[in-house]
């Protein structure tokens, strides 16, 4: 969470430069809502993911402490789709 944090702080100092050479403000707004929209729904999609992903590991947990490295794998998994999601910021 604190990297992607990072992430999104770089972006938007370098998208702030970019702005401040451009004179056409209204493509560059376009941009910069299509990457927090690409983001913040890949952030929403892996949440709800990751919630049953979880439910399911403790249970699974539960019933047999010995596959904890599968649930730590498969609780982490939905994370690549936030790391997707956070390309448009620098495309």
Do not use: N
Request: hydrophobic share 55%; net charge negative; charged share 10%.
């Amino acid at each position: 969470m604190i990297v992607l944090g990072a992430l999104v702080l770089i972006a938007q100092g370098v998208s702030a430069q970019a702005d401040a050479d451009t004179t056409e403000t209204t493509e560059s707004w376009g941009k910069d809502m299509g990457a927090g929209i690409a983001l913040g729904l890949a952030g929403l999609g892996a949440g709800f993911s990751q919630g049953s992903i979880g439910s399911a590991a403790v249970g699974m947990l539960a019933e047999d402490s010995s596959k904890f490295g599968p649930a730590l794998i498969f609780t982490a998994l939905p994370e690549s789709i936030v790391i997707l999601g956070a390309l448009p910021l620098f495309l």
